[in-house]
């Protein structure tokens, strides 16, 4: 099977909603990262974590590499937040960062 | 925070043209990538390079694609010949490994093969 696994694919908020993103890993990674492509297709860098937890305004992200999942967790979701969210991960033994199926995230008023 | 470039930022060309995607990397990063995405779909991953080699690459990394970063300049995506299965947005990205695996991301190259 696919060695990043994402869900859910698509996701609408209303606006103030609170919602979590979750990406499964095949195997063992060494670190995750989140990004936030934006709808002229730019490439946003949300936070990289090679264990533990980070916060950031109100995005949160977990990854636990022995549980083999990452989590983005978005708090009182604003309009700009709507993009399409991929976590990217690092495999051990490997240069190569993969990246999930992405989750389509639309906010609305 | 940490840019990289990206030239050009589209090319329309014809198939079977030779194309060059061209890429300014973050200055003291050593490692260098290149993902394919088509419209709407996945970031795929195609290769990546250190030290004047290529480390890894995809099943989508066919014959016809090459990379190269002569001298330190521009680390760049040929495709020669091209096809029309190649168009795409190629994003390059670059990390410094000593401050853990963080990839910085161009804004894309967007090809159109017609």
């Known amino acids: 099977g696919m060695p990043v696994e994402q869900n859910p694919p698509a996701l609408s908020l209303y606006e103030g909603a609170d919602s979590g993103l979750r990406c499964n890993f095949s195997?063992?990674?060494?670190?995750v990262q989140w990004f936030q492509q934006n709808h002229r297709g730019r490439l946003i860098t949300l936070f990289y974590l090679a264990q533990g937890t980070k916060e950031n305004g109100r995005l949160k992200s977990t990854f636990n590499s022995k549980e083999r999942y990452s989590t983005l967790h978005i708090k009182d979701a604003q309009l700009e937040d709507s993009g399409t969210y991929f976590c990217?991960?690092?495999?051990?033994?490997?240069?190569?960062?993969?990246f999930g199926t992405g989750t389509r995230l639309q906010v609305s008023p | 925070g940490p840019k990289v470039l990206q030239i050009p930022s589209h090319q329309i060309i014809d198939m079977g043209q030779m194309v060059t995607l061209n890429c300014d990397p973050v200055s003291n990063h050593l490692y260098f990538y290149w993902y394919k995405q088509i419209l709407g779909q996945q970031m795929e991953f195609l290769v990546n390079?250190?030290?004047?080699?290529?480390?890894?690459k995809s099943k989508l990394f066919k014959d016809q694609f090459s990379v190269e970063r002569p001298d330190g300049s521009y680390f760049t995506l040929k495709i020669q010949p091209t096809a029309l299965e190649d168009s795409a947005v190629y994003f390059c990205?670059?990390?410094?490994?000593?401050?853990?695996?963080?990839?910085?991301f161009g804004e894309g190259s967007r090809l159109i093969v017609v």
């Open positions: 990205a670059s990390s410094n490994r000593g401050q853990g695996n963080t990839l910085y």
């Open positions: 390079f250190y030290n004047g080699k290529v480390m890894e």
């Open positions: 990217a991960a690092e495999a051990p033994n490997t240069d190569k960062v993969v």
């Open positions: 195997t063992t990674m060494k670190s």
